[in-house]
């Protein structure tokens, strides 16, 4: 059975998770982002490329393998991190801000993203069911 624990252990929990994805896109370290993903195929992860609706640890992580061998040296600066409970504490959204950088060939690029997240709460912790991100367009 799952425990309910303080709203305050349980944002820093999800911000664990959030932090464990930007660390492991970072370092291309795919088995670290398997730990806080969720691993059945329900898990759906949208990004901002026009087929980019993956559904599942297998799509997710054949994506993140393309994404690291296209674009190198990623750097991701997350800002405005908002973390909310739901009602219960067994589930969690969030939302931050992103300026992703990186080496795409011989051009460095710098991309302001917007991201959502999903987490719940199952027996092994706290793990990641839903992401979205977008580009942030300019005016």
Known sequence: MLTTTSPDLA?????????????????????????????????????????????????????????????????????????HLLTGGQAAWATSLWTFEGRLGDQTIAAPLRCTWVCEQREAG????????SIGATH
Do not use: Y
Not at 40 to 60: P, Q, T
Not at 126 to 133: A, M
């Open 126 to 133: 706290w793990v990641l069911v839903h992401f979205h991100k």
């Open 11 to 83: 944002r820093d929990a999800v911000r664990s998770v959030l932090e464990a994805w930007i660390a492991g896109v970072e370092q291309e370290d795919f088995g670290q982002i398997a730990q806080v993903v969720a691993g059945d195929e329900d898990a759906l992860f949208i990004s901002s490329g026009v087929n980019e609706c993956l559904r599942g640890w297998s799509a997710l992580q054949a994506a993140l393998e393309a994404q690291a061998a296209a674009v190198k040296d990623i750097r991701i600066t997350a800002t405005d991190v908002d973390i």
